[in-house]
């Protein structure tokens, strides 16, 4: 496994927060999925060594908002992903709880998230999951809801292949290095074979 749980900086290193946000789960109803998915999907995605601070909370939306902001700013994480929590039920509220910590929209990524998902269910409608920028002072970060299921989880971000491997719909992992380069963060290099990140030539990097 390619990631860590230290908290030493290291500006080359990326930073990814992990937020899965349920209320059953955080307290030990269940155990928690969102965040073992994330943790072997970035893996086996990302060519650069990364460091995790996970997060395990409630459906509350002052305590999302506090650990998003708390991720960003304390934890100068350069990306940050949340699972759970963004359906229509009261206690969904992830959504809301993002954008109250972030200072941009970042509405593409919401839209694909949906449009992948409607591949394989109608209520993916019912999805508001949102992605969002957060900038204080010298630092900026990426904020991401995702889908609460494991599988939901990878196919939002890779993608979806035919069975000769060619690309029915773009998984929104492909936007974010350029993304994260953007906003002056790290070089994110992925595995081509799981995702292939886009970024303009002039943007490229020779591979390590």
Not at 107 to 127: C, D, H, N, W, Y
Request: aromatic content about 4%; proline content about 6%; some cysteine.
């Amino acid at each position: 496994m390619k990631f860590t749980m230290t908290n030493i900086l290291n500006p080359a290193q990326i930073r990814i927060g992990l937020v899965s946000i349920s209320d059953r789960a955080s307290t030990g109803v269940y155990e928690d999925q969102g965040i073992p998915a994330l943790q072997t999907w970035l893996s086996a995605a990302l060519v650069n060594p990364f460091i995790c601070i996970n997060r395990l909370i409630a459906d509350e939306q002052e305590l999302i908002t506090k650990t998003l902001i708390e991720l960003v700013d304390e934890e100068k994480c350069h990306l940050v992903l949340t699972t759970g929590g963004t359906g229509p039920s009261r206690r969904d509220v992830t959504p809301e709880a993002t954008l109250a910590a972030s200072t941009r929209e970042m509405p593409g990524f919401g839209e694909q998230m949906r449009q992948i998902s409607l591949k394989f269910v109608p209520t993916a409608i019912l999805s508001r999951q949102v992605g969002a920028l957060r900038e204080i002072e010298n630092h900026v970060a990426l904020m991401i809801n995702l889908p609460g299921q494991p599988k939901a989880i990878a196919e939002t971000l890779e993608g979806l292949k035919d069975v000769d491997g060619k690309v029915i719909a773009s998984g929104i992992f492909a936007a974010v290095p350029y993304c994260i380069d953007l906003i002056g963060g790290p070089y994110i290099e992925t595995n081509e074979a799981i995702v292939k990140a886009f970024r303009p030539k002039s943007a490229m990097k020779p591979k390590s």
